[in-house]
């Protein structure tokens, strides 16, 4: 089949490989100049099985209350954007319940083994370059309560494979000696042996290099406009540069993939979450983390890659503004250094790249992926702030269903068709 894929971020250029792989004839298109350019540009770069749950847990509307007007706080809303999408609100905190929240933490949490482990087996295959460590990551708590609920999170996905290991401080230490500066703060940590990092901008653009290689297309700074077709289904996409002519279209446009499918009567829950990362050069300097964190506390990430230190975190409800608050940007930073004084001070000059992407986020969770009511139409979006750890295993899931096969994830969980 001739299939169009919209959207060359790491999960539409990862469906793209899938469906080349497997001898399809594939268009991969993107608006910009390159793969990758926009939300997989420079996220957090952590392949993470073991922290995979939705961000509507129960409890998350009083959160949300006690951090307005925060101005460092992990959330923050534009009252103006919810009144424009209430419905998408609403429904997030619909799925804040016990049981809901469980459901889908599952879901996510299976599907990120699942693309973990796919993510490992194409950089084998493939022979891809991209900064990989199976390292493990360590989740760090300041409360004994908050490392409890932890701990309790973790077991709730053992049973899917998921294995993790609770830390003392003394252990934590020992995993990690570069957190010794700042041991006072820590009540212990939770460590996932078999999560990772890496650079997904290195990752996708290695493998937009195989497609070429194969054959595959690749429209990049071509803007879809729309796509084509009428009753009896898709027919392809018209984009800036001309006609796409398709047996199927995959759309992956992440945050902007409701705006495609809206003219075929497909409307999609997801919501444009903004978030920052902050990456630092390291040369010369000492007392590096070599274990990707997790801070539970300050909710952002810290990653080493290579010569760089990738600082992550935030959530901003506001549209589609990609604008670069220094305010915000500059309060990951602070808080990612906070846990490794001795690094930090040797940091404090160095220059910093800050950068904003948007998050596709469902209003429950968990990616849509698969099939529409629309012939020929298929789904590879909403992943969230998983799109990195998703993207291998989305890739699969979403071949497996365009070409009728049996899957290996059971797919419902991700499908269009459970928001009816």
């Known amino acids: 089949m001739r299939i169009a894929v919209v959207g060359a971020g790491v999960v539409g250029t990862s469906v793209a490989w899938e469906l080349t792989a497997r001898g399809h004839q594939t268009v991969l298109i993107d608006r910009c100049p390159d793969v990758a350019q926009e939300t997989s540009f420079a996220n957090g770069a952590q392949l993470h099985a073991g922290h995979a749950a939705p961000w509507n847990p129960p409890g998350v509307l009083r959160d949300a209350i006690a951090w307005l007007g925060q101005p460092d706080s992990p959330l923050r809303i534009n009252p103006l954007r919810v009144l424009r999408n209430p419905s998408w ?11 809901r929240y469980r459901r889908h933490a599952d879901a996510n949490a299976a599907l990120a083994r699942y693309g973990v482990e796919r993510t490992r087996a194409w950089r084998d295959e493939l022979g891809l370059s991209f900064e990989a460590r199976d390292s493990g990551i360590l989740k760090l708590f300041d409360d004994p309560t908050a490392l409890e609920h932890g701990r309790r999170e973790a077991a709730a996905v053992e049973s899917l494979g998921i294995r993790h290991r609770v830390l003392d401080v003394e252990a934590t230490l020992a995993r990690e000696p570069a957190l010794s ?48 077709g009428g009753p009896a289904g898709v027919e392809g996409v018209e984009t800036s540069r001309g006609v796409v002519d398709a047996d199927a279209v995959v759309v992956a446009a992440g945050s902007y993939s409701p705006s495609l499918t809206r003219g075929f009567g497909v409307r999609l829950p997801i919501e444009p979450v903004k978030g920052y990362s902050v990456t630092i050069p390291l040369q010369g300097t000492t007392g590096v983390p070599e274990t990707p964190i997790i801070d539970d506390a300050r909710k952002v990430v810290v990653t080493r890659l290579g010569d760089r230190l990738r600082i992550a975190g935030k959530a901003e409800i506001t549209g589609f503004d990609l604008g670069l608050d220094e305010r915000r ?35 429950d969770g968990p990616p849509i992926l698969g099939p529409t009511p629309v012939a020929g139409l298929h789904l590879a979006t909403g992943a969230g702030h998983l799109g990195w750890t998703f993207a291998a295993g989305s890739a699969r899931l979403v071949a497996d269903q365009l070409e009728g096969r049996t899957c290996e994830l059971d797919p419902t969980p991700y499908q269009l068709q459970r928001y009816r």
């Open 89 to 99: 609100s609403l429904r997030f905190l619909a799925n804040a319940t016990s049981r």
């Open 329 to 363: 940007w500059q309060a990951i930073r602070s808080q990612g250094l906070s846990r490794f004084p001795r690094l930090a001070e040797q940091l404090a000059q160095a220059p910093s790249e800050p950068w904003a992407g948007l998050r596709p986020m469902t209003c």
């Open 181 to 228: 500066d700042a041991a006072d703060q820590l009540a212990g940590a939770i460590e996932f042996p078999d999560d990772g990092c890496g650079d997904p901008l290195q990752f996708t653009a290695a493998l937009a290099r195989h497609l070429v290689a194969e054959g595959a297309e690749l429209w990049l700074g071509t803007t879809a406009r729309r796509l084509l």
